[in-house]
């Protein structure tokens, strides 16, 4: 019988992890991205002018010639240098970073794609608007194409959390009881990584995400392929459905095609098309999906899900995988 023990040592792994996709606001891949990235680097530039400055003041307080050492004990340098230089500063930046910004905070078009995002303790439950369609739910990973702008309808069901991708834009609290909303777009494919950016308790440094940005034909197909979804007919697969289904997975997670429609927990759907499992913090395999049904709170210490140290190794072995087969 194989066994699937819990792994502390996994949680080692996760920084690690986070490496696979960049999360910097200093990589751009987007319009807002590159704005925000330029203002931070006038800001870095700005600090370094001004601490430069304050060290040479420093410098020569207490070293220079008495003249200059008496012009800067005066009242003269508390108002110029205290009162007026950083009103003047700080009034610049902010109508420079209006302007820059002004598109974002008053898109002049509508947006080519709604996505809904409603955060969760401690994961991402997402939902593709369609016109003339139901919706198409998914978790933790969304799907965009590239060079369309893109509106997050950002909601919470439980306390604040933050949506944050660092490469593609600023970030948006997420709070109960409200509705906010946030235009991206990516400028070309690749994998970016985000973040839950307000603490929300439990394992809340493992809340994360990623945005996969392909182009619009791939995205097309890969939406269009939700509502082709059905039963497997392979003998093994299907035995790895039975298996779900009978342990009560169908009462938290919802498969579409299936009998399990539960909104508990993160759709399944297409769990094993995802390049991670458990809101971006495991690689998806065969094992850690495993490990991850045995004992999840090894691997994301304080969350919802109960272990199902159950399964055998052979039914384990059957259950993920139809679960990895689930694309």
């Known amino acids: 019988m194989r066994r699937y023990p819990a792994n502390p040592a996994v949680i080692v792994g996760f ?26 680097w006038i800001l870095f530039a700005g600090g370094a002018a001004i ?9 020569a307080a207490i070293w220079g010639p008495g003249r200059i050492r008496r012009a800067l004990s005066g009242d003269g340098l508390i108002r110029w240098g205290g009162i007026v230089f950083p009103v003047v500063t700080l009034s ?42 139901s919706p198409v739910s998914e978790a933790n990973e969304i ?38 909303r946030l235009r991206l777009r990516a400028d070309r494919p690749g994998v970016y990584r985000g973040q839950c950016a307000e603490y929300c308790g439990g394992p809340h440094a493992l809340m994360a995400l990623e945005i996969v940005a392909v182009p619009q034909a791939e995205f097309d197909a890969w939406l269009a392929a939700a509502d082709q979804q059905g039963r497997t007919v392979d003998e093994r697969l299907a035995r790895g459905e039975q298996l779900f ?33 458990g809101a971006a913090t495991l690689r998806t395999t065969p094992e850690n999906l495993a490990g991850f049904i045995s004992d999840p709170q090894a691997s994301k210490p304080g969350v919802l899900m109960p272990p199902f140290a159950i399964f055998s190794g052979e039914d384990m072995e059957a259950l993920t995988a139809y679960l990895g087969s689930l694309t």
């Open 15 to 40: 920084g690690a992890l986070s490496a696979c996709s960049p999360q910097s606001a200093l990589s751009p891949a987007g319009d807002e991205a590159e704005k925000i990235t330029l203002l931070s």
């Open 51 to 59: 601490f430069l400055l304050v060290l040479a003041a420093l410098g």
């Open 92 to 133: 610049l930046l902010l109508g420079y970073g209006l302007w820059l910004m002004r598109e974002t905070i008053a898109a002049p078009t509508p947006p080519e794609l709604r996505i809904d995002v409603t955060g969760e303790q401690w994961w991402w439950r997402i939902a593709y608007q369609r016109e003339g369609a």
């Open 143 to 180: 799907r965009i194409p590239v060079e369309r702008d893109i509106e997050f309808t950002l909601r919470s069901n439980d306390v604040i959390h933050s949506f944050w991708v660092p490469s593609l834009g600023g970030k948006l609290d997420m709070i109960p009881g409200r509705t906010n």
């Open 245 to 277: 289904l009978s342990a009560g997975c169908g009462a938290c997670h919802a498969v579409r095609g299936t009998q399990a429609a539960g909104v508990i927990g993160p759709d399944l759907s297409r769990v094993g098309g995802r390049r991670f499992l």
